[in-house]
């Protein structure tokens, strides 16, 4: 694990867990004789002084060692708008500031760890514009920012899956590889040490975070209480309602975009109107300059000429278009896409929950176990490895795995690798036609449930043997077929069968229907019909 020079592992630190790697991340001993802060990481206070060196930036808020008596890179940013004023010390040293990559500065000589928020400083909003400030501040690692939770004496708590990532080089390939770019919504679940979402803001991005760890939430929320573009949550993102709060973000987002189309409208209608008074106020100025200078008697202006009437019915339509282009789109909703490095106890609730919004989520990109990710992205039936869950996977998405990541980049380290997945989601009308959704997911659980018997046995609860065997043979599968030997549009293809042999039987029954009845099922239907029986050959 590359650790910053001055972050050596600590000899005596519990939290360097069982690998004994140096992951911890805690400073040496030397920085740590120095005067421990009162808290190393304070809620970020706002100074308009500018009095920091390079060294004192290092420091949290409230450090009696530090210079300035606060947080240096504070007091450097100077405040966003509306929240002080900078002298003109700082507008110079804003100005002056180079542009280099944003990359923690390592410096010489005894350092504090860190203090958290490297760079939500004021001034530094991407809204501000203001980037030059923002880059040339010290950005703490991942790994000082895990040192950090240390130094306060706050433990990684097991029963919440706290391995933290370390590695910034890997949270900014995860970054890249979900494609977040400015204006992006997302959703991180379990925001931690804010170690992922402080790429996702420096990406650009609006992220809502969830945050089950109360302390850890508190921590983040007086971090990042100043940065618009964060929203936090504190709860269990399996009970909170993730439908709701992305729905929000949506509805939000999209009123901030039509409000901002508005002003743009504003401001382009008032553009024309001052040229064209302008130009009214001293009408064909320049088309009769020359005549001026040649003639002492400006030639008399000519009659304004009719406007042309549309040549044609063609003309007419061709302005209609002209000004349909010229009236801005209204914004169409974004869909949010799910960027996390997931407790691994919750994945599977969080893709159950999260696989069927199409409609509102684009794609999830998460950190899992590196067997689950396997797993989850298999696409071939046959194996041992394929379950409901695949099944499931292959109906809402295009699941796909992105790449491993060593345990040993996490700490605590935990027992597996991990790895990023990537989840396409489909919008509902993308997905396979099926009679019910519902009824296609019961089908292959139950079918699943005992993945050594035959279907026709596992299925007996939701389906009489002899049914099955006949929706099999009709689908032109094996009638001895088990679940794991199916494919999704096989399964797909049973349960339209299904389906058909459980209504025929119904109007076996009931006898034949009214031709109006008829009429109505074939218009709430809308056309949408399953594919024929015998469509889905065995493989
Ligand atoms: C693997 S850590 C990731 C932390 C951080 N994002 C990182 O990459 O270092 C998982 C995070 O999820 C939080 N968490 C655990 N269970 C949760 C739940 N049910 N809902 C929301 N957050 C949860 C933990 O407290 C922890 O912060």
Redesign the pocket.
Known sequence: MPLPAQLLQHPRCPAAGPSGRGVCGHTTARARSRPRHAGAWRPREVSTTSTTTPRASRHGGGCSSSSGGGRGVRSRSGPRTGRGSSGPSQQQERRTAPAVPVTPVIEEGPVEVPALGWMWQAGSSSSSGDKGDALSRPMPT?AATVANLYEDRIKA?KS??????MDDTILRDIVAAAGVGPGDLVLE?????G??TKHLLSAGARVTA????DT?YGRLGQEYAHVPELELVN????KVGLEDIIRHMVEQDLRAQKQQQQQQLGQAQQQPTSSVSSSSSSPSATSFEPDAASSPAPPAAPAPAPAPAPASAAAAAAAATAAAAATPKPPAPKRVKVVA???YN?TKDLLQLLLPLGDLVSDLHIMIQHEAGERLTERTPGGREWRAANIRTLFYCRPKYRFRISRFKYDPVPGVDGALVTFALRPPAARPVVPSEQGLLELVDKAFSERRKKMRNSLTPLYGSQEVETALAACGLNVDARAQDLTLEQFVALSWQLHRQRVGELLAVRGPRRPEAKAADAEAGGGRRGPKAGSARSK
């Open positions: 991942a708590k919440l899956g706290q391995n933290f990532m679940v379990g925001p931690g040490t170690n992922l969830v945050e089950k760890d850890l709860g269990d993102a399996v490095n997931l407790p919750i």
